[in-house]
């Protein structure tokens, strides 16, 4: 089987590199890849947003299967335009299509979806420019922290959590009349704040059955402690400790069966991943939101925990035989420390050469933001690696990623110390 992996950061990394475990597989191509995917397939430089030249590409490597990694593709409908086309429409794409992609695609989409179908989230309203006074006064009827979320895509920036009143009205201002978030704030809703522990469930559906896969915890922030500017993802942890066999019970029964159910119900044809980001407010599952790919760095825990052939699962996707295929997870417990540029995520540089990259270890190093240059490793983004490692416990894994991190150099190297720290003084309480 040929197959080709859309997208360039750690996420697609880990994607290929299972993958290409895989017996199934013939060749393998990476789109537009970087210096890590390379060693799974072959590289191929487009853009996962230039649908014809993916089309060109699908058409001369008689590609079999297409797995998009990204959301910004599904939203703008890659699945429909291989639908849509004479020469690509029996090739399957993982991957929703753009109704289903609007889980993430649309704020506010989502959270109709969530109360239409009685699944539990926070309290909620949306609002425009026409109805910004009545934002303002839904504003004064909330207690602080504010949540503020653009309505569309906003690269992962369209989130504000404010805990002034004056503040609060001040960016929904900014928002909707000044465009802080250009057309993805044109709606913004606002939520009531949700106290409790984040975590993340995904799930994997054909369009009727589903297999949930490994939960994971990742971490925003980019200083130790949970401190400073949200980021993209500063290291991942999973299984979660605090996520019990009670708890996951109830995510299932409260959250994935009625969205499962409520896609049927809409004429959703959903194939592909479900990422479900939770709240765990004193053992009861919230929403917070749903994405419509994996998350990234989750996915450098989760997919590494998989034991099963990954692309077997892809191919009861295609034929809707998903409940049929075999998901085998591993006990171990996977943590992935993010290393980043210096700056990140505001401004830094690119273009560094990274040394240590061939020291011996067993931790997975999957690449986010690296390209290649006369065979030399050169950092090419905020996010450069995400390090992965097993052990029987998190504090195990964690030393070995941290011993990893620290043979890896590249100028204004990055990375947070306390990754997995939460969890691990949580278990000893």
């Not at 990204?70 to 929703?96: A, R, T």
């Not at 910004?132 to 569309?152: M, Q, R, S, T, W």
């Not at 939520?191 to 490994?214: A, M, N, R």
């Not at 500017?229 to 991942?236: E, I, V």
Request: charged share 20%.
């Amino acid at each position: 089987m040929n197959v080709l992996i859309l997208g360039s950061g750690g996420r697609e990394h880990a994607f290929a590199w299972k993958i290409a475990q895989s017996k199934q597989l013939q060749n393998l191509y990476i789109a537009p890849g970087n210096a890590g995917t390379k060693n799974c397939g072959i590289n191929v430089s487009i853009a996962a947003n230039d649908f014809e030249a993916v089309k060109k590409l699908v058409w001369e490597k008689d590609i079999n299967l297409v797995l998009v990694g990204p959301e910004d593709p599904l939203v703008k409908g890659i699945h429909d335009f291989f639908l849509n086309d004479e020469i690509l429409k029996d090739i399957p794409v993982i991957g929703p299509k753009k109704d289903g992609a609007q889980l993430e695609g649309s704020k506010d989409f989502s959270k109709q979806f969530m109360k239409k179908y009685n699944i539990p989230t926070a309290k909620y309203a949306s609002f425009t420019q026409q109805t910004i006074n009545e934002g303002y006064k839904f504003l004064e009827e909330l207690n602080p922290p504010y949540v503020l979320k653009a309505d569309g895509l906003a690269a992962g920036k369209g989130v504000l959590i404010l805990n002034d009143l004056t503040e609060a009205k001040h960016e929904l201002k900014n928002m909707l009349l000044e465009a802080k978030f250009g057309n993805a704030s044109s709606k913004v809703v606002i939520e009531e704040f949700l106290h409790g522990i984040e975590l993340s469930v995904f799930v994997l559906t054909d369009g009727i059955s589903y297999k949930i896969l490994p939960e994971a915890k990742d971490y925003k922030r980019i200083g130790n402690g949970d401190t400073g500017l949200n980021t993209g993802g500063m290291g991942a942890i999973s299984p979660v400790p605090f996520a019990t066999n009670d708890f996951l019970q109830k995510v299932e029964s409260d959250i994935i069966i009625p969205t499962i159910n409520g896609l049927i119900n809409e004429q959703i044809d959903y194939r592909g991943f479900i990422f479900i980001g939770l709240m765990n407010c004193n053992g009861s599952p919230y929403v917070i939101e749903y994405n419509c790919r994996m998350g990234d760095p989750e996915t450098e825990v989760v997919i590494p925990r998989i034991e099963s052939d990954f692309l077997d699962l892809l191919q009861g996707v295609v034929t809707q035989s998903l409940n049929k295929k075999l998901l085998t997870v591993s006990p171990l417990c996977a943590t992935a420390l993010v290393m980043v540029s210096g700056g990140y995520p505001e401004k830094y540089e690119n273009n560094f050469e990274v040394s240590g990259l061939n020291i011996e270890t067993d931790s997975h190093v999957f690449h986010a933001g690296t390209k290649l240059d006369a065979n030399k490793v050169l950092t090419n983004g905020g996010r450069v690696f995400a390090i992965t490692s097993f052990g029987q416990s998190i504090q195990q894994a964690i030393s070995k990623s941290l011993a990893c991190a620290n043979n890896i150099d590249y100028k204004n190297k990055y990375y947070r110390t306390d990754i997995g720290m939460d969890l691990i003084n949580m278990q000893s309480v």
